[in-house]
């Protein structure tokens, strides 16, 4: 996934949260606005070239002085759907840019 295209379809507002997400953005008190901002700002930490379900890729960025990381995939109309929203910490995460050596990245996905 390219993030320059992901930037564009979320400026177009052509983008949905998942439901999952939306659970995940209440739990973690992580506004609409703070998503917008981290994919703004943010960089592709992981690519998901060869996934099953279709490709995908892992979002850090940074909001409210915190990190954020955003999995996000493309719907069949080629929207972006994002598929999670979580702050990254321990024990899955050593830090936003390091996973723990016994987590895979399967454990937070969808």
Same mark, same amino acid.
């Given at each position: 996934?390219?993030? +320059?295209?992901?930037?564009?379809?979320?400026?177009?507002?052509?983008? +949905? #949260?998942?439901?999952?997400? +939306?659970?995940?953005?209440?739990? @973690?008190? /992580?506004? /609409?606005?703070? =998503?917008?901002?981290? /994919?703004?700002?943010?960089?592709?930490? +992981?690519?998901?070239?060869?996934?099953?379900?279709?490709?995908?890729?892992?979002? =850090?960025?940074?909001?409210?002085?915190?990190?954020?990381?955003?999995?996000?995939?493309?719907?069949?109309?080629? $929207?972006?759907? #994002?598929?999670?929203?979580? #702050?990254?910490? *321990?024990?899955? $995460?050593?830090?936003?840019?390091?996973?723990?050596?016994? *987590?895979?990245?399967?454990? @937070?996905?969808?």
């Amino acid at each position: 996934m390219e993030l +320059e295209e992901i930037r564009k379809k979320v400026e177009q507002n052509e983008y +949905e #949260i998942s439901f999952h997400a +939306e659970k995940e953005r209440y739990a @973690e008190d /992580i506004a /609409i606005s703070d =998503l917008e901002n981290v /994919i703004y700002n943010g960089e592709i930490l +992981e690519d998901y070239h060869d996934d099953p379900r279709g490709p995908s890729c892992l979002i =850090l960025g940074y909001s409210q002085n915190r990190p954020v990381h955003i999995v996000c995939g493309y719907t069949p109309i080629k $929207w972006i759907r #994002i598929i999670t929203v979580y #702050i990254p910490k *321990r024990p899955k $995460w050593i830090n936003e840019r390091r996973r723990s050596k016994s *987590r895979s990245r399967g454990d @937070e996905m969808r």
